[in-house]
């Protein structure tokens, strides 16, 4: 059984920085494109940023200069780095694993940008 779990999330000042991180199992991260989605409330869901096998990324413009993603393929974990977070970063962000055909994703944490 394939399961992402997201951990990290939480209430963050503007300005601030968070992680989360999404540990998987029942699959080898390895061998799979990981990316971090977002959904805020009344929106779709939208890539954040995105890692290859290779280890080669993408971001949104919205985020560049400001997160990073990375991976850890020993731990099977892949993370987001978030720093100088605004208010309009508030989402529930998602964990997600594809691989050709096979496509999995996390229950999703919030992350919460407010004074």
């Known amino acids: 059984q394939v399961q992402l779990v997201e951990s990290g999330g939480g209430l963050v000042q503007p300005g601030g920085s968070l992680r989360v991180s999404c540990e998987a199992s029942g699959i080898s991260i390895s061998f799979y494109f990981m990316g971090w989605y977002r959904q805020a409330p009344g929106k779709q869901r939208e890539l954040v940023a995105g890692?290859?096998?290779?280890?080669?990324?993408n971001y949104a413009d919205s985020v560049k200069g400001r997160f990073t993603i990375s991976r850890d393929n020993a731990k099977n974990t892949v993370y987001l780095q978030m720093n100088s977070l605004k208010p309009e970063d508030t989402a529930v962000y998602y964990c997600?694993?594809?691989?050709?055909?096979?496509?999995?994703w996390g229950q999703g944490t919030q992350v919460t940008v407010s004074s």
């Open positions: 890692i290859s096998s290779g280890s080669m990324t």
């Open positions: 997600k694993a594809a691989e050709l055909s096979r496509v999995y």
